[in-house]
């Protein structure tokens, strides 16, 4: 009798135990998948606040890369009797608000071509990378819409002023990097005097791809003809850097040259002041 309630007991304090860790290993998960919840909870609000941050950032480069062309647009140089803005235009609606395509493929441009579209574009390089310090690159339909591309208080450079332009440099003592530069020239240091020069760079042109970057620049002439070409000028380097006016004026040598293209290309635009 004695060790049937022996065994009885050992057999209650057994299932007892059992159970005990049955208990302790249910609150273990339980534990456990509220630790999952919260840590995916938390997890979801950080990448949240992860975008939201991210967003944030992104808007607030746009507002400042905004912000430093709307300074841009307004910073001009008196040449002679001419104001010229100091750098390439860098817009990308008409003066009446309209939004311009971006081309951000070949088939883009193309495709603006033929339907004779507005568009615009960033020079790419050969690896992939936007050069935007030049500004953007206009097709000849931006160029000659009414809409109207320059700024309310000025127009594209003429013709007539780019000759303007090129006779007062000839007759002045400037010096030629006081007026355009290249990434790949050394600057030199003029004061103020050249802080308050043009700066045209050498930043190529497209058709169908994109060449000529620290090579030369081509830029669009306001077109009054009703023709399917459009004036431009086209600038390159000169041999001798740094080379003063007066030997220049001495070989008689053209700063600019002139004709005009299609539709196929894009080309910088450079205004002057009405």
């Known amino acids: 009798m004695r060790t049937l ?14 159970q005990s860790k049955k208990d302790q290993f249910n609150n273990l998960v339980k534990e456990r998948d509220s630790l999952r919840i919260e840590m995916k909870l938390l997890d979801q609000a950080c990448s949240a606040t992860l975008d939201s941050m991210t967003n944030i950032i992104s808007d607030l480069r746009n507002e400042v890369e905004n912000l430093e062309k709307k300074i841009k647009s307004t910073e001009q140089v008196i040449v002679g009797e001419q104001t010229w803005m100091k750098y390439n235009l860098d817009v990308a609606t008409f003066r009446n ?7 951000q493929s070949n088939e883009d441009w193309e495709k603006a071509g033929f ?13 992939d990378a936007i050069e935007k310090s030049y500004g953007k690159l206009y097709n000849l339909f931006a160029v000659n819409d009414p809409r109207g591309l320059s700024p309310e ?7 007539n002023e780019w000759r303007e332009l090129e006779a007062y440099l000839l007759r002045t003592d400037y010096y030629y990097e006081d007026i355009f530069y290249s990434k790949n020239s050394q ?7 050249g802080k308050k020069c043009l700066k045209i760079g050498f930043g190529g042109w497209r058709d169908v791809g994109f060449g000529g970057i620290d090579e030369d620049a081509y830029y669009w002439n306001q ?19 740094s080379t003063e006016m007066e030997y220049l004026r001495n070989r008689q040598e053209e700063l600019f040259i002139f004709d005009s293209t299609s539709w196929i290309m894009g080309h910088y635009v450079r205004c002057v002041k009405d």
């Open 115 to 127: 339907n004779q579209q507005p568009a615009w574009c960033y020079y790419v390089t050969d690896e």
């Open 97 to 103: 608000g309209d939004t311009i395509l971006q081309a």
């Open 5 to 18: 309630f022996f065994s009885l007991f050992i057999f209650i304090l057994f299932n007892s135990h059992t």
């Open 223 to 241: 077109n009054f003809g009703e023709n399917d070409e459009t004036p431009r000028v086209l600038i390159t380097p000169k041999e001798t850097k």
């Open 187 to 193: 600057p030199i240091d003029r004061g103020e005097f």
């Open 153 to 159: 208080g000025w127009h594209i450079s003429t013709e």
